[in-house]
């Protein structure tokens, strides 16, 4: 049944008693007129009148403070229903109404006790996933070091330089700056690992990584390519800047070899470079690559020391 219909339900048994009482009344009070009864007699059904009256004003009164009660009890359902669980029925007597909506505020104390709890646990698995997920990315990022580096010298590797190389040549297609590579290689330093063993020869590559290190600027990289062989790559640097940039990792390697002879042996370990420039040596970082350290192997060739951009075909 519904609310509207319960509610005229209410007014009907509230009003009814009070027509029917007045209707009595009117109607006794004519006959005790019609019959010319005493005065006593037609002031007590004037009085019975008026007792019935009040008392259906009572009635009605009390009707509508349940209906009231009713009002506030559907408002309340309906709001927890909208998941408004901080939502009371108001308590003002010990009525049938008000015992069922103290039921229903029990019911709303244990399900925002329950939203509550959910939601604690909510943020708390909210903060372990951050957690967890700030652990991998550490994790992640450290394998990725892991993979783009050299064991020995701690160097970037060359799985690095093609990463960064393509990226710098995209950049330098959009802005215009240029850019160089370097390639390495140390001279007699076979015979020097044959002379001294591999330890020492390890000595010597862990020495060069730290003085090109040095050497380079913060915007360079350093990479160990291979065996004895070194590349660095130069963002910026035009021809000229890139072969002062080259002779100065020859000049600082030769005095870092130097530091590490061998005594008594006439084995003097030093450096020869190749250069190439983007975009004039080459458009990507295999061509760049090639032409570099085909320059390299020209001074291998041609007795070493020296660095050598190779002349544009």
Request: a neutral charge; one cysteine or more.
């Amino acid at each position: 049944m519904g609310q509207n219909s319960l509610r005229r339900r209410i007014l009907v048994a509230s009003v009814a008693p009070v027509v029917v009482a007045g209707a009595i009344g009117v109607v006794a009070a004519i006959w005790w007129l019609e019959v010319e009864a005493v005065s006593v007699a037609l002031w007590g059904a004037v009085l019975v009148a008026a007792a019935a009256m009040l008392s259906g004003v009572l009635a009605l009164a009390a009707a509508r403070t349940s209906l009231r009660a009713l009002d506030d009890l559907a408002d309340t359902v309906e709001r927890l229903g909208r998941g408004e669980l901080e939502a009371r029925y108001p308590i003002r007597g010990a009525g049938e109404v008000d015992h069922l909506g103290h039921h229903i505020n029990l019911m709303a104390d244990q399900l925002e006790a329950a939203r509550g709890e959910l939601d604690r646990e909510k943020a708390d698995l909210r903060q372990r996933v951050t957690g967890q997920t700030r652990d991998l990315q550490q994790a992640n990022r450290l394998l990725m070091d892991i993979a783009n580096r050299d064991v020995l010298t701690g160097l970037a590797n060359r799985r690095r330089l093609e990463l960064e190389l393509e990226r710098h040549i995209s950049l330098s297609k959009r802005t215009g700056v240029p850019l160089a590579v370097v390639m390495m290689d140390l001279d007699k330093f076979k015979q020097y690992n044959d002379a001294a063993g591999h330890l020492a020869g390890d000595t010597l590559l862990q020495s060069v990584a730290s003085t090109l290190r040095a050497r380079a600027r913060t915007t360079d990289l350093v990479v160990r390519w291979g065996g004895d062989e070194f590349c660095i790559l130069v963002p910026g640097a035009g021809p000229d800047g890139a072969l002062r940039a080259a002779e100065g990792f020859v000049g600082a390697i030769r005095e870092a070899a130097a530091a590490l002879q061998l005594p008594g042996s006439d084995v003097v370990v030093s450096a020869s470079a190749g250069v190439a420039c983007y975009p004039g040596d080459g458009q990507d970082g295999t061509e760049l690559i090639a032409r570099a350290d085909e320059a390299l192997y020209q001074v291998k060739a041609t007795g070493r020391g020296r660095v050598l951009r190779l002349p544009r075909s």
